[in-house]
């Protein structure tokens, strides 16, 4: 085994990424699945000749999984070009909905055959990248740069066909399917033949495995990559394919059973049945659980006049089985493993609105994940070596690549989740492209994921502030701009969910702050307020999800005077935007508060930057959601929305637990701070001393006030029992203020020019850094290729607000 | 028992809400009457404050119809607690303040920015163009001299650790710590605070709605904007609030820059009533300077004009001191 294999292995990759690109390019389906399948040699070549066995078992499995998956992809293929009668993509758009059986077995050869789960196919991808990693010469490390880039493009053209055809209206002509066909029987069995290989893919490596060793001779041994599922995992991940046939036989029954398959989890880890599980997995598994129940309830009223119902349950409960995974998984192999069933299943929740903007914004999701996915992935290899894949094993672990190298690949990698910068390019699109639910997920949920990962790494893989003081300032620092970003753009917004999704960044910030100061207050501080943001940002985008469903709209300019008609709507609002927001006492303030005392008392100069920082992005926090508050929910009502009644019951429900919940955590804080301190010991970090700190203090602050405010109001209402009360219309400029007598844009200040003179400021502000932007844009149009342009919305009112003034 | 009762007069009687209360709308006759006599006016007498009062007490409750009315009723209520709170952090007889802790400042700086919520909440829910003018503006404000003013916190918080660092039983950061740094030299006859100084007292007037920077009331455009559907006792508590903050927001600063008594702590309740009368007076002597003055003497300016000034000026200054506070 010398260089020349190497050079060949080189070869392979870049053979395959050539193609790749050539395929990305194609407008036609049949030259892009040729050109696709020219270049998926490239990766069994490379697989061949690696130089380690592990990679050459990896390059025989695939290509079993080449021959069977590429002759389902076609099959299907030609079933649905002889049935459109056209091989233009493009004019396919939407085939889906009158060919649902074909559209369905192609997206399921295209998903096995990149590998992404559940299909264990993924192993032999994952081999391959492994023996490179493990050899480390400079020609590996390029070909695992290629390899990516490869996949990237591999990824991209095949989803993005996979969208157009499943999530996008129909408009051609009426095509019956027919069931008959023979390419399409074809497609069936070798449908089944990947579903086989999807379910044992073990035995398919065995296979390789004799094969090799035949070939090369010698005991090839494989690396241990995923544990056997806790039933926390398998009850959501099996039901999730229950409910989907319970939904074709009784779709009655499936809301029910979705709302059981999602609240069992939550019963186990109250009632400790899900196992022995460390604080830290407990505290996020727990918590997530909940946010899916309560999630899953309101979906059940939100979605209730949506079509494709029974997909959308399916990849919830198969994200809520990724999301248990995720919490309790105790090795990095089991971690990446969850995290692509992440990957996918959120992907396909933020396709679920159909339309081109949606499609849009989850692709460059996808993307963006699955290069962060890859990196994390050789992150994970070339920092455990030989040592096995748990966390604790990274400690002190021979690495290939030096701590810093390794630290910014992790931080790519999970950071994308995390919503860090520079990586949030994709979260405003997608949770205002996406139904509210779908984007309370993202926000509230997946979000925290990445934090876990991030814990792992940094305070057990890295070993913390002692460890890595530089690496962990600048973990801060990171924190510190994307906080600050997020606060500023979140001021521009004029869409609601947009707005939530610059606070979700922003908040993001705080956590990571809090937890790479590394000191007792500073992680209590920013695991307290990863817990507060998850309750408070999933409220948020619950209630916005129920003025979106009764208005029809988001958008800020064109709602008003809400609260009277959705007064249950209008509490939650306000207690998620005063929580997030830190005004005392509700649950925001407290860690909020945790976090600029621990800035400051950090005694550096960075400290006492990020104590501004943190301080002023409040401030911005709270002027956009007194923006959206007043917009929204106050002010008079605009003739559109005269008649608008609040949500089903079903729908208010999750709103009022999570609020509930908000003002639990404000009044009692030592409750979840009392299970922190538990979970800093496991992460090595010195415990809160609640003794120490005086969040007890707060706690007395936070019950005088409302002494205080009960003790107004109680006067407040005696006196209005003496004096007479009389309402009586709003006048303005001699008239009384109807909607007939004057245009909405004179009654009700929009969002608009909410703030305009602070908003023509950081509009000159973000003008420095347009260049910045526009370097992205030609990424953008590869992505899209062939959506066609619609008139664009305002990405944000920057443009109108230069026309108002 | 007795540690509750005590607690209950502090928030309640003193220093809590009567006593801001009754000299907050002392400080508001007194500015009334020294500006007329500046304007060559006769002016109100000084207790007129108090008579308005209590004739908006008796007055018929005017609620509109499009209003959202508890938040409508509530919304002077939290100016008032955030006040009333606040005032509970501030020493005033001696270093102990009626609730104190590490890092208090913070906490104060919240409570600042509460009583703002509650004119923006007053404004927002009244459900008048005029009213919602004046609360954007408000938060627009806000935003405008938040940044200075977290940045003047943090330069005397710093500069009170730096100079006690020698007593560990001090809450770090708390307002007792930053007391006793002062009692050998108040940070005012410090140099390198005087720019931290200067901004705090450019911010009073805005923080207080005084000309030149009341744009948020603005009797003559969107007259007086967040106050403007209010009627009765509850406008009588829209004013009360407004009169409460302006000896909260002074007694801010003469805590942060000279808050010595002229006696010991330790003399009775006579020092202590000494104490309050000079803190009060020092107080009144703030307000004089940085608000019936400036307000006497310079007109309006535009929104814009006011957030580019209080994005430069203030924030200058402050940071001015937050670098000589770290590095000299």
């Given amino acids: 085994m010398g260089t020349g294999n190497e050079f060949l292995m080189l070869f392979g990759v870049i053979w395959a990424l050539c193609f790749e690109f050539m395929a990305l390019k194609q407008k036609q389906i049949m030259r892009l699945f040729g050109f696709s399948t020219i270049a998926a040699i490239g990766y069994i070549v490379a697989g061949v000749s690696a130089p380690s066995a592990a990679g050459a078992v990896g390059g025989v499995a695939e290509i079993i999984n080449f021959v069977v998956m590429r002759i389902l992809i076609f099959s299907a293929i030609l079933a649905l070009v002889s049935a459109v009668k056209t091989p233009d993509i493009d004019k396919m758009k939407g085939v889906g909905k009158v060919m649902p059986i074909t559209t369905t077995l192609l997206a399921f050869g295209i998903i096995a055959s990149m590998g992404l789960s559940p299909f264990k196919a993924s192993l032999s991808k994952i081999l391959i990248f492994f023996s490179v990693v493990e050899s480390g010469t400079s020609i590996c490390w390029l070909t695992v740069g290629i390899m990516i880039l490869a996949l990237v493009c591999q990824a991209c053209y095949f989803l993005r066909l996979v969208q157009k055809l499943i999530f996008a209206p129909y408009n051609g002509e009426e095509i019956k399917e027919n069931l008959a066909a023979p390419m399409l029987m074809l497609a069936v069995i070798f449908a089944a033949g990947t579903a086989y290989i999807g379910y044992a893919g073990e035995e398919i490596l065995h296979f390789a495995v004799g094969q090799v060793q035949v070939l090369r001779g010698g005991e090839v041994v494989l690396p241990h990559l995923e544990s056997e599922w806790p039933l926390l995992v398998t009850i959501p991940y099996y039901g999730a394919f229950a409910a989907f046939l319970l939904g074709r036989i009784l779709p009655g029954l499936r809301n029910i059973a979705v709302f059981l398959l999602t609240l069992t989890p939550v019963v186990m880890l109250l009632s400790g049945q899900a196992g022995p599980l460390a604080p830290i997995n407990w505290f996020f598994a727990f918590f997530m659980a909940l946010m899916m129940c309560l999630i899953g309830l309101y979906s059940i009223g939100f979605m209730a006049k949506e079509k494709a119902q029974g997909r959308f349950y399916f990849w919830f409960l198969y994200l809520t089985a990724a999301l248990m995974g995720l919490g309790v998984s105790k090795s990095l192999g089991d971690f990446y493993a969850f995290w692509e069933m992440m990957t996918i299943s959120s992907y396909f929740l933020a396709l679920q609105r159909e339309t081109v903007e949606a499609r849009k914004a989850a692709l460059t999701y996808f993307m963006a994940a699955a290069s962060a996915g890859y990196l994390f992935l050789v992150a994970i290899f070339s920092a455990t070596a030989n040592n096995g894949f748990e966390f604790a094993a990274l400690a002190g672990a021979p690495a290939q690549l030096s701590a810093g190298v390794l630290a910014v690949l992790f931080l790519i990698g999970l950071g994308i989740k995390a919503e860090m910068f520079p990586l949030y390019g994709w979260v405003p699109k997608l949770y205002q492209e996406s139904f509210a639910p779908v984007s309370a997920v993202f926000a509230s949920v997946l979000s925290k994921t990445g934090i876990i990962g991030l814990l792992g790494v940094m305070f057990i893989a890295l070993g913390g502030v002692k460890g890595s003081p530089e690496i962990m300032l600048g973990f801060a620092w990171v924190g510190a701009i994307t906080m600050v970003l997020g606060a500023i753009a979140m001021l521009l917004q004029s869409d609601m969910q947009r707005l939530l999704a610059y606070c979700s960044i922003t908040q993001m910030g705080y956590v990571m702050i809090g937890i790479s100061l590394g000191s007792a207050l500073g992680v209590s501080g920013g695991l307290f307020h990863a817990l507060n943001h998850m309750l408070c940002k999933g409220l948020l985008f619950l209630c916005v999800g129920a003025v979106f469903l009764q208005t029809g709209t988001k958008d800020l300019n064109k709602l008003g005077g809400l609260a009277k008609k959705m007064p249950i709507t209008a509490f939650a609002v306000l207690i998620g935007a005063f929580g997030i927001a830190g005004i005392p006492p509700l649950n925001g303030f407290v860690s909020k508060w945790m976090i600029y005392q621990a800035c400051i008392e950090n005694g550096t100069s960075a400290g006492l930057i990020f104590g501004v920082l943190t301080l002023v992005a409040s401030t911005g926090t709270l002027a956009a959601f007194i923006k959206l508050v007043h917009s929204a929910f106050f002010g008079l009502a605009p003739e559109e929305c005269a008649d608008v009644k609040e949500v089903p019951f079903i729908m208010q429900l999750p709103m009022l637990v999570l609020s509930v919940l908000c003002i639990l955590f404000g009044f009692f804080p030592q409750m979840a701070l009392g299970f922190i301190s538990t979970m800093q010991i496991q992460l090595g970090v010195e415990p809160l001393n609640m003794f120490n700190y005086p969040v007890v203090g707060s706690l007395v602050v936070a019950m005088i006030i409302f002494a205080v405010g009960l003790a107004l109001l109680l006067g407040m209402f005696a006196s209005g029992k003496q004096k007479p009360e009389r309402a009586v219309p709003v006048y303005a400029g001699g008239k009384e203020l109807e909607p007939n007598n004057f245009t909405s844009g004179d009654i009700q200040i929009g969002a608009n020019n909410f703030y305009p003179s602070v908003e023509l400021l950081i509009e000159q502000f973000f003008k420095i850094c347009a260049p910045i932007k526009n370097a992205f844009l030609c990424v953008g149009k590869v992505l899209n290729a062939g959506e066609e342009e619609t008139v664009e919305r305002r990405e944000n009112n920057v443009g109108s607000i230069r026309e108002t003034l | ?328």
């Avoid at chain 2, 005033?92 to 909440?121: E, K, R």
């Avoid at chain 2, 006792?233 to 942060?256: E, N, R």
């Avoid at chain 2, 009144?284 to 957030?307: C, H, I, K, M, P």
Wanted: aromatic content about 12%; charged content about 10%; proline content about 5%.
């Fill in chain 2, 1 to 328: 028992m007795l540690e509750v009762l005590e607690k209950l007069f502090n928030l309640f009687v003193f220093p809590g809400f009567l006593f801001i209360a009754f000299i907050g709308l002392w400080f508001v006759g007194i500015h009334r009457k020294i500006v007329a006599r500046i304007q060559r006016r006769m002016g109100p007498p000084i207790n007129q404050p108090f008579k308005d009062f209590a004739k908006l007490m008796i007055k018929e409750n005017i609620t509109p119809e499009t209003a959202s009315k508890g938040l409508f009723s509530f919304a002077p209520y939290i100016t008032i607690i955030g006040i009333t709170v606040g005032m509970m952090f501030l020493p005033i007889i001696n270093s102990q303040a009626p609730i104190d802790m590490a890092g208090a400042f913070l906490v104060l700086l919240y409570l600042i920015t509460t009583a703002a919520v509650g004119v923006m909440v007053a404004g927002s829910s009244s459900s008048s163009p005029y009213a919602a003018v004046g609360a954007s503006r408000e938060m627009a404000l806000v935003i405008a001299y938040d940044i200075s003013l977290i940045i003047v916190f943090l330069s005397i918080a710093i500069k009170a650790s730096l100079v006690g660092a020698g007593g560990s039983d001090i809450l770090s950061f708390s307002m007792k710590s930053i007391v006793e740094a002062q009692s050998g030299v108040p940070f005012i006859l410090d140099w390198t605070l005087w720019p931290a100084f200067l901004a705090f007292l450019m911010i009073i007037p805005a923080n207080l709605g005084l000309a030149p920077f009341d744009v948020v009331e603005a009797e003559t455009e969107i007259v007086e904007g967040p106050m403007i559907e209010y009627a009765g006792s509850k406008l009588a508590l829209m004013q009360l609030g407004a009169a409460m903050k302006s000896f909260f927001i002074c007694s801010v600063v003469v805590v942060f820059f000279f808050p010595n008594g002229l006696v010991s702590a330790d003399c009775g309740l006579g020092g202590a009533v000494i104490n309050t009368i000079w803190h009060i007076v020092k107080a009144w002597l703030v307000y004089l300077v940085a608000g019936t003055l400036v307000s006497a003497s310079f007109g309006r300016r535009r929104v814009d004009q006011v957030v580019k000034f209080y994005l430069t000026v203030p924030l200058v200054l402050s940071l001015i001191s937050l670098l000589l506070v770290v590095f000299f």
